[in-house]
């Protein structure tokens, strides 16, 4: 049965440059654009009177699923990547050269954004910033090794190792870090700075998405498209058990770590994230599978051109165009100003996704399990 294709945003030399999109994973991301602009414009605009209000702290709060979220739905993304080069017969060390090749790719841009944001907030210091697109490519490179197991292994083997980098994740941030140089110090364990992205503990939501895309990527390839609906009902299942049991062990009286901050290096936290992120996975697969109507997304439009978004949203509301209403408005004028640039993101990359679409070079949307049934019926016919 032939499936639509659409451009998943970048290839190798040995894999195909068109792959199967999923509605579901782009409205995902969409969100998460949402949560991370919301975030932004609150940090950067809202005075300091006023950010000890109810409406301030909960958008810093909600806020702080989006960095996890990008994390998770990279590994989403790799997950997939490793199935195709693993379905080529490509040899263990190809598809591990492969993927390491693809975390080398996102240093590059993860320092050309910093370059450009350098230049457009006037601020050189924050070249040498970790930020989330440098954790990104350092967890990749680390978890690229998993392209060299075959997929059920790669499941096993990324699940123990995000597991480990949780728990381990206090021990490495209780490390003496003084004689470090900083940069090195942000890249491997929380620092001073509650606005870094060390590989501990941020590189587990990683390995926790290579083994989440892998088992979409199984289930999808099943002859029944009820294997993905299956899938998503345990995921949920696993994300109530998750919680409840991450919730239980953090609110014990004793703790197993000489020091743990819980809002930054606690396995606890990234245990509660994690079950927060399997919820919404699949809360975002029943909505564009069964209940949105179809067409024009506004929220997968984000998730398409996330990266594009990401870059421009942050020069905009960090940048010295931003600069007269720094720290200066009100919570109300914050949603306003965070609801304009939500919509000029929107425009923005609806725009690029038209231009990709003149060029040629965009395909139709996965359809839904339902519209793959229905096509599998017909044929048959």
């Not at 396995?267 to 975002?284: D, T, V």
Request: charged share 15%; proline share 5%.
């Amino acid at each position: 049965m032939a499936r639509a294709r659409e451009r998943e945003g970048g290839y190798d030399s040995v894999s195909s440059p068109f792959v199967t999109r999923f509605p579901f994973l782009d409205w995902m991301r969409g969100l998460a654009v949402v949560i991370m602009i919301q975030c932004h414009v609150f940090n950067s605009l809202t005075r300091l009177d006023a950010r000890h209000s109810a409406v301030y702290i909960f958008t810093q709060f909600v806020g702080g699923m989006a960095a996890p979220l990008f994390l998770f739905m990279a590994g989403m993304t790799t997950g997939f990547l490793m199935d195709r080069l693993e379905a080529r017969g490509l040899t263990p060390l190809r598809r591990w050269l492969v993927a390491l090749k693809r975390a080398g790719y996102l240093f590059v841009i993860a320092y050309l954004f910093r370059f450009t944001n350098t230049l457009f907030a006037w601020n050189f210091a924050a070249f040498l910033k970790v930020d989330i697109l440098n954790c990104m490519g350092l967890a990749m490179a680390v978890f690229s090794a998993a392209a060299m197991w075959d997929s059920a292994r790669r499941v096993r083997g990324a699940i123990a190792v995000a597991v480990l980098i949780a728990i381990l994740a206090p021990v490495v941030s209780g490390f003496d870090w003084s004689r470090t140089p900083a940069v090195l110090h942000y890249y491997i364990a929380p620092g001073p700075d509650r606005a870094q992205f060390p590989f501990f503990p941020c590189a587990a939501y990683l390995g926790f998405g290579i083994a989440a895309g892998s088992l979409v990527k199984s289930a999808d390839k099943a002859d029944s498209p009820g294997h993905l609906d299956s899938l998503m009902r345990w995921l949920f299942l696993t994300a109530m058990g998750t919680f409840l049991a991450a919730e239980y062990f953090s609110n014990l009286p004793f703790s197993i770590y000489a020091a743990s901050d819980f809002w930054r290096s606690s396995p606890g936290l990234i245990f509660i994230r994690l079950a927060i992120m399997l919820a919404m996975l699949a809360g975002a697969y029943l909505w564009t599978e069964y209940l949105a109507r179809p067409g024009w997304s506004w929220m997968q439009t984000l998730g398409k051109a996330s990266l594009l978004v990401y870059w421009v949203h942050v020069m905009l509301v960090y940048g010295i165009t931003a600069e007269p209403w720094k720290r200066s408005l009100a919570p109300a004028g914050s949603a306003l100003a965070a609801l304009t640039v939500l919509v000029c993101m929107i425009a923005l990359a609806e725009a690029r996704l038209r231009k990709f679409r003149w060029n040629g070079n965009a395909r139709y949307l996965q359809p839904g399990p339902r519209a793959r049934g229905a096509r599998a019926h017909a044929a048959a016919k």
